[in-house]
């Protein structure tokens, strides 16, 4: 049995789906912090250049979605859902392209099962 270490929320699913319609192939980073910040940024596929440190967690709605290395270390794990909630006075205030029409990615996270975690490729421990 294959395990995910990331998936997304129906509500999620709506929003990127919508987004790929609008905007095409997309790609999902999550930095370190600092100017960042820790949010989940949805992207243009060919507008974004992902950073070589950052870690490849798998893909949400066939989008990519990337974590900071550093990141990586502190949510190795865990599992990892992506939800949205509405954000309409957040308009402008981020690159992340949800925030346009009026929603937030988020993360949410749980630790994984013993045998969740036994069932990770050993290459992703």
Not at 28 to 47: L, R, V
Not at 49 to 71: A, H, M
Not at 76 to 103: C, Q
Request: charged share 30%; aromatic share 12%; proline share 2%.
């Amino acid at each position: 049995m294959s395990i995910k270490r990331v998936d997304v929320t129906p509500a999620a699913a709506v929003v990127i789906e919508r987004l790929k319609e609008e905007h095409g192939e997309l790609v999902f980073n999550q930095s370190g912090g600092c100017c960042d910040g820790t949010a989940p940024m949805c992207y243009e596929k060919g507008d974004f250049y992902v950073p070589s440190r950052n870690v490849k967690l798998g893909e949400i709605c066939g989008c990519e979605f990337f974590i900071d290395k550093d990141q990586f270390e502190y949510f190795k794990h865990s599992f990892i859902t992506i939800d949205v909630r509405e954000e309409k006075s957040a308009f402008g205030n981020s690159f992340s392209l949800e925030i346009d029409i009026g929603y937030q990615f988020i993360t949410k996270s749980r630790i994984f099962t013993d045998e969740e975690y036994a069932s990770l490729d050993k290459s992703e421990k």
